[in-house]
């Protein structure tokens, strides 16, 4: 990797990590950057280990830079590869994540060999395109209001011949909110490809702006679930609950 591509990678250690030779699952972050999503999702990893609604994780992440250019598989419509002439390079950011992060943080930290990637928006495109291409590089997946509507909603187009015939992979949580057709159509039909692989959680009542702040907690308990009996009233639910 040349200086001109280094980027950031941010690590957060659950509680009580320091002090002894336990082994934690990891979660990854898409956009991952200081000023991106780190901090938000590190921080609500914490509250769920302390509420017993997800586990505690290793919290690493991988900052983006050229975001339609590593988070696209494809280059769009005419008009969109006009307007970002880079997208669609998202198979060589999956690469660095395979042979570079991934490795690194297996030889660094104490992981239990279990993990799961998050991310919204173009992020979340990624990550569905991710569990399509390559279900085996994490164990468990949520893509919070994934941009399903580029390239004319192609990904979501070509799932079902994706998934026929591929290996076992993890479940995917997928939500959308109020983006409009394009985005909700393209989601319903990913998750009739995946059947019950896919947790779909449309949420309507949410814009773009809100929904990852609001579901992430929820998306956790799915990608982490632990056995705690939660009280109803407490609202910590999953429609569809990898413990069920």
Known sequence: MTKRDQRQVNVYLPEGYAAGNKRYPVLYVIDGGLSQDFLHVAGTTALGAVWGRSEPVIVVGIESKDRRA?????????????QYPTAGQSAAFRAFLRDTVKPLVAATYRTN??????????????IVETWLREPGLFGRYAAIDASLWWDDGRLAGAAAGLLAGKPARGGLYLTYSNEGPETSQAARAVASAGGPLVCLVPRPDLTHATAYHV??????????????KQDPEWGFEVPCSRKS
């Open 70 to 82: 590593e988070l696209i598989g494809s280059p769009g419509n005419a008009a969109q590869h006009e």
């Open 113 to 126: 060999g279990h993990d799961g990637v998050i991310g919204e928006s173009l992020a979340g495109l990624f």
């Open 215 to 228: 579901l992430s907690p929820q998306a956790l308990q799915f990608l982490f679930p632990t056995d705690n």
